[in-house]
């Protein structure tokens, strides 16, 4: 079993900085890609920030030079730091991670169940 769970979230100002955080465990060889969506009501999900094992990052233009995301590959965790918080950023941020399968080394997605970020303008 793989585990995937966000921390973090909460209500927060408009203009202010908010912290999430991610950790995968249980049954994994490696973990190749993890990242942050987030779903708004009456949208679809969308890209926040994604992060390579070799720290590659990849930004939505919305959050470019706002958010930044991290990771700590010996932990299995990942953080998005959010600065400049707006309400348009508010929705339910989701963890994904692309994890590698120990029985055939196959790629696996998985999904945190989502912590919600609320900014109040």
């Known amino acids: 079993q793989v585990q995937v769970a966000e921390s973090g979230g909460g209500l927060v100002q408009s203009g202010g900085s908010l912290r999430l955080s991610c950790k995968v465990s249980?049954?994994?060889?490696?973990?190749?890609?993890m990242g942050w969506y987030r779903q708004a009501p009456g949208n679809q999900r969308e890209l926040v920030a994604t992060?390579?094992?070799?720290?590659?990052?990849n930004y939505a233009n919305s959050v470019k030079d706002r958010f930044t995301i991290s990771r700590n590959n010996f932990a299995n965790t990942i953080t998005l730091q959010m600065n400049g918080l707006t309400p348009e950023d508010t929705a339910v941020y989701y963890c994904h991670a692309v994890i590698i399968r120990p029985s055939d080394l196959e790629r696996e997605n998985h999904w945190g169940q989502g912590t919600q970020v609320t900014v109040a303008s």
């Open positions: 249980g049954r994994i060889y490696g973990i190749n890609e």
């Open positions: 992060i390579t094992a070799g720290h590659t990052t």
